[in-house]
């Protein structure tokens, strides 16, 4: 089945303990695609100014990719965001941050977007992912990702958008803000008690957390990376490939989305072993399965 992601495309700037690495490609649909893209159909929605240096169709060479729904702005700059990591990098200090084109009016959704069964609305302003959704049918299955600044300043919208989901994801941080809860498991039950049907909580080097509105809850480790370089988009390709095995699968249960996390679980084990897309680019679909049976292994008692 076909998957929506709407989401942006970045010009990066990221300072590591590993090296400094400027004005290289980034984006959340950019590290979405990267991960959904070897398992299922991507339409991709996103605007980039006439400043982006990068050939969007040809770096995506090799994966499931549409890009009718990718707008080049004339006039407009591209979205820009400068980060720096340090001790043990499970968070960014954001540096410097140019909304540019995503500051303006968002692509509008071709028509061949609208039937769309699996949509991920990646992190943007709750509003701007209510505009996206009320442009497509019915959905099976919306997903969302948003951050600490929405929860703060849109806070409103975003409970909007809660009632109109089927699962948020999120980090702990983001979980705990969102709900005033400190208990993640008390806070996952608060964030369903708001509409969604699933959360999903990463927990970064500590691997992430499913909670569902049955009271059933999955646990799921990191996977077993002895080097972190950057960390950026892991969250994006966490996303893209648990979306994108959905999508696969055509269905959502439980047992499915167990598998869902591995494999995004795995995909962003990918996306950490090098400086932007690099590594989740050299990923193939044997070095995925590879890495889902050694999760397989490392999670078995």
């Given at each position: 089945m076909?998957?929506?992601v709407?989401?942006?495309?970045?010009?990066?700037t990221?300072r590591t303990?590993y090296g400094h690495n400027?004005?290289?490609?980034g984006g959340?649909?950019?590290?979405?695609?990267?991960g959904?893209?070897?398992?299922a159909h991507v339409?991709?929605?996103?605007?980039m100014?006439d400043d982006?240096?990068?050939?969007l169709?040809e770096i995506?060479?090799?994966?499931?990719?549409?890009?009718?729904?990718?707008?080049?702005?004339?006039g407009?700059?591209t979205?820009?965001?400068s980060g720096?990591?340090?001790?043990?990098?499970?968070?960014a200090?954001?540096?410097?941050?140019e909304?540019?084109v995503?500051a303006?009016?968002?692509?509008p959704v071709?028509d061949?977007?609208r039937?769309c069964e699996?949509?991920?609305?990646?992190?943007?302003a709750?509003e701007l992912?209510?505009?996206l959704?009320?442009?497509?049918?019915?959905?099976?299955?919306?997903?969302?990702?948003?951050?600490n600044h929405?929860?703060?300043t849109?806070?409103?919208d975003?409970?909007?958008?809660l009632?109109r989901?089927d699962?948020?994801?999120?980090?702990?941080?983001?979980?705990?803000l969102?709900?005033g809860?400190?208990?993640?498991i008390?806070?996952?039950?608060?964030i369903?008690?708001l509409?969604?049907?699933?959360?999903i909580?990463?927990?970064?080097e500590?691997?992430a957390?499913?909670h569902?509105?049955?009271?059933d809850?999955f646990l799921?480790?990191?996977?077993p990376t002895p080097i972190?370089?950057?960390?950026t988009?892991a969250?994006d390709?966490?996303?893209?490939?648990?979306?994108?095995y959905?999508?696969?699968?055509?269905?959502?249960?439980?047992?499915?989305?167990?598998n869902?996390m591995v494999?995004?679980?795995?995909?962003?084990?990918f996306?950490?072993?090098?400086?932007?897309?690099?590594?989740i680019?050299s990923?193939?679909r044997e070095m995925?399965e590879?890495?889902?049976?050694?999760?397989?292994?490392?999670?078995?008692f």
């Amino acid at each position: 089945m076909s998957l929506l992601v709407t989401g942006s495309i970045g010009i990066d700037t990221i300072r590591t303990p590993y090296g400094h690495n400027k004005d290289c490609l980034g984006g959340s649909a950019v590290h979405f695609s990267m991960g959904a893209g070897m398992f299922a159909h991507v339409k991709f929605l996103g605007v980039m100014g006439d400043d982006c240096p990068f050939d969007l169709q040809e770096i995506f060479a090799g994966r499931d990719v549409d890009f009718e729904g990718l707008e080049l702005r004339k006039g407009s700059k591209t979205f820009r965001w400068s980060g720096s990591y340090e001790g043990d990098m499970n968070e960014a200090q954001t540096d410097a941050v140019e909304l540019n084109v995503l500051a303006e009016t968002p692509p509008p959704v071709p028509d061949s977007y609208r039937d769309c069964e699996f949509v991920f609305l990646a992190n943007t302003a709750p509003e701007l992912q209510m505009k996206l959704l009320d442009q497509l049918g019915s959905p099976t299955f919306v997903a969302a990702d948003t951050m600490n600044h929405w929860i703060v300043t849109e806070k409103d919208d975003l409970l909007d958008l809660l009632d109109r989901i089927d699962m948020l994801i999120v980090n702990e941080g983001e979980a705990r803000l969102l709900t005033g809860q400190q208990n993640l498991i008390t806070a996952a039950e608060k964030i369903l008690d708001l509409g969604p049907r699933f959360v999903i909580i990463k927990k970064g080097e500590y691997g992430a957390m499913l909670h569902d509105a049955n009271g059933d809850t999955f646990l799921l480790p990191a996977y077993p990376t002895p080097i972190v370089i950057d960390p950026t988009g892991a969250g994006d390709s966490f996303a893209g490939g648990l979306m994108g095995y959905l999508a696969q699968c055509g269905n959502v249960d439980l047992t499915t989305l167990r598998n869902a996390m591995v494999y995004g679980t795995v995909a962003a084990s990918f996306t950490i072993g090098d400086f932007s897309i690099h590594g989740i680019r050299s990923a193939t679909r044997e070095m995925i399965e590879e890495r889902f049976d050694r999760m397989r292994q490392v999670t078995q008692f």
